[in-house]
């Protein structure tokens, strides 16, 4: 993909803003009340794949996941999350 002149690197963020707790000196979006995390994920998916089309000039060459504490999701949810 690198030799097509029109396509350009894209680093990603996905934010996941659950935590067991909030860290004192943290200052990112974050809750501790995991009951939202399937809907948040749902809306999430809806985002990226909303994007997918306008994103095709461009080669994601890092993807970063923070928040919050992205471990804290059930493995079945990260599994989604990465497909």
């Known amino acids: 993909m690198k030799d097509n002149k029109n396509i350009k690197d894209l680093g990603l963020y996905i934010h996941i803003p659950f935590c067991q707790k909030k860290c004192n000196y943290c200052d990112f979006y974050s809750v501790c009340d995991l009951s939202s995390s399937d809907e948040y994920l749902s809306a999430l998916f809806a985002h990226i794949k909303q994007y ?4 095709k000039p461009y080669n994601v060459d890092s993807l970063y996941i923070g928040g919050g504490t992205p471990t804290v999701l059930t493995r079945k949810q990260i599994k989604n999350l990465f497909k």
């Open 52 to 55: 997918g089309e306008s994103s």
